[in-house]
T-cell receptor, first 116, second 115 residues
Framework: AQKITQTQPGMFVQEKEAVTLDCTYD???????LFWYKQPSSGEMIFLIY??????QNATEGRYSLNFQKARKSANLVISASQLGDSAMYFC?????????????FGQGTRLTINP | NAGVMQNPRHLVRRRGQEARLRCSPM?????VYWYRQLPEEGLKFMVY????????ESGMPKERFSAEFPKEGPSILRIQQVVRGDSAAYFC?????????????FGEGSRLTVL
């Protein structure tokens, strides 16, 4: 069975510092996709970044990068130069890579608080 | 180009009543997914639908819950005889295809409170 583990329930970081949010996953499928979503207090789910299991390079999107270590089954999110607006819940999710469906398995989330 | 639209954003029901949540996918998207988020938890998959078909309902509770995506109109998630444990945020997402590529677009969610 697929599983996503986020071991940090909460993190507190000073503004402008970089922050790493941990995510480990468990799957027996060779093909899968990994996602990070941001959920601010308003509640919507905002897509941040995606990494495919066969992608050779780590994904990057602006200030977001995904530190993908396949052998360790980890997909940590790195946010550089954090801003106050980064305060939110962050969810790591995995999609099974075989036939059909955007069926994601989510972790429990990490609540990130950026301090001024 | 409107995103995934969900309504109502907030719904309050008393125990035993019915709740209907609606989702209009992004333009051109024919694949719809419903997820449920209990307080302080991640989202959990409920059901995947294409127009007029339920493709995967492995995450749906066996009783009281149903979903449809008619040929015309929005997808509907229906909860009959609601109980307090149904209080959650229900998210709809859509994609252009059912293939395992690209982004899944989420709506803003519908928050159900059962009194």
């Amino acid at each position: 069975a697929q599983k996503i583990t986020q071991t940090q329930p909460g993190m507190f970081v000073q503004e402008k510092e970089a922050v790493t949010l941990d995510c480990t996953y468990d799957t027996s499928d060779p093909s899968y996709g990994l996602f990070w979503y941001k959920q601010p207090s308003s509640g919507e789910m905002i897509f941040l970044i995606y990494q495919g299991s066969y992608d050779q390079q780590n994904a990057t999107e602006g200030r977001y990068s995904l530190n993908f270590q396949k052998a360790r089954k980890s997909a940590n999110l790195v946010i550089s130069a954090s801003q106050l607006g980064d305060s939110a819940m962050y969810f790591c999710a995995m999609r099974k890579g075989s036939q059909g469906a955007q069926k994601l398995v989510f972790g429990q989330g990490t609540r990130l608080t950026i301090n001024p | 180009n409107a995103g995934v639209m969900q309504n109502p954003r907030h719904l309050v029901r008393r125990r035993g009543q019915e709740a209907r949540l609606r989702c209009s996918p992004m333009k051109g998207h024919s694949h719809v997914y419903w997820y449920r988020q209990l307080p302080e938890e991640g989202l959990k998959f409920m059901v995947y639908l294409q127009k007029e078909n339920i493709i995967d309902e492995s995450g749906m509770p066996k009783e009281r819950f149903s979903a449809e995506f008619p040929k015309e109109g929005p997808s509907i998630l229906r909860i009959q005889q609601v109980v307090r444990g149904d209080s959650a945020a229900y998210f709809c997402a859509s994609s252009e295809t059912g293939a395992n590529t690209g982004e899944l677009f989420f709506g803003e969610g519908s928050r159900l409170t059962v009194l």
